[in-house]
T-cell receptor, first 114, second 114 residues
Framework: AQSVTQLDSQVPVFEEAPVELRCNYS??????LFWYVQYPNQGLQLLLK??????LVKGINGFEAEFNKSQTSFHLRKPSVHISDTAEYFC????????????FGQGTILTVHP | ETGVTQSPTHLIKTRGQQVTLRCSSQ?????VSWYQQALGQGPQFIFQ???????GRGNFPPRFSGLQFPNYSSELNVNALELDDSALYLC?????????????FGPGTRLTVT
């Protein structure tokens, strides 16, 4: 079985500061890893994904994430956040016999203050 | 290219009633997955349909059922509604079942059970 742990339920940060949202996963097989963003009253939008290859993945809106197999982590980073980045962020995993199923973490609410 | 659409946007039902939620896939996509997102939680996989057949199911009781139509649109049916069924229901479509890591989400249907 796969599981995802997002280590921070809420992350407050000031505008233009860097941010890191932490994600650890558990899986006995090779995985695909994702970060999604959810704005209030909306569905999920894919920020970035790791399927294979380079462990540093770049996504939309200036976000990037690094896959670390030995630490089973996939932390999301942005060097300088904007007010518009305020949203909930979800880390998700799929793989093994569950390629069609995304297993999500509990989410991290990022609040960017002016 | 039309994205994933869901209807209705909001719905209020009484405990014990039945509900049908609808989803139109993104153009060209033949795989649909349904997720339940309770308040303050990450989405949980309900099931997936590929070319009109159920192709994987999460830990949900049989009163949660689905259909996929020849045009790849889909329905989620929930019988004997319980208070805990109150949640945001998300539909996601993808091009093929084995590329279903590329899932595109709709805006969701907010179901309230009273």
């Amino acid at each position: 079985a796969q599981s995802v742990t997002q280590l921070d339920s809420q992350v407050p940060v000031f505008e233009e500061a860097p941010v890191e949202l932490r994600c650890n996963y558990s899986s006995s097989v090779s995985v695909y890893l994702f970060w999604y963003v959810q704005y209030p009253n909306q569905g999920l939008q894919l920020l970035l994904k790791y399927l294979s290859g380079s462990t540093l993945v770049k996504g939309i809106n200036g976000f990037e994430a690094e896959f670390n197999k030995s630490q089973t982590s996939f932390h999301l980073r942005k060097p300088s956040v904007h007010i518009s980045d305020t949203a909930e962020y979800f880390c998700a995993v799929s793989g093994g016999t569950s390629y069609g199923k995304l297993t999500f973490g509990q989410g991290t609410i990022l609040t960017v203050h002016p | 290219e039309t994205g994933v659409t869901q209807s209705p946007t909001h719905l209020i039902k009484t405990r014990g009633q039945q509900v049908t939620l609808r989803c139109s896939s993104q153009s060209g996509h033949n795989t649909v997955s349904w997720y339940q997102q309770a308040l303050g939680q990450g989405p949980q996989f309900i099931f997936q349909y590929y070319r009109e057949e159920e192709n994987g199911r999460g830990n949900f009781p049989p009163r949660f059922s689905g259909l996929q139509f020849p045009n790849y649109s889909s329905e989620l049916n929930v019988n004997a509604l319980e208070l805990d069924d109150s949640a945001l229901y998300l539909c996601a479509s993808s091009l093929e079942q084995w590329s279903s890591y590329e899932q595109y989400f709709g805006p969701g249907t907010r179901l309230t059970v009273t």
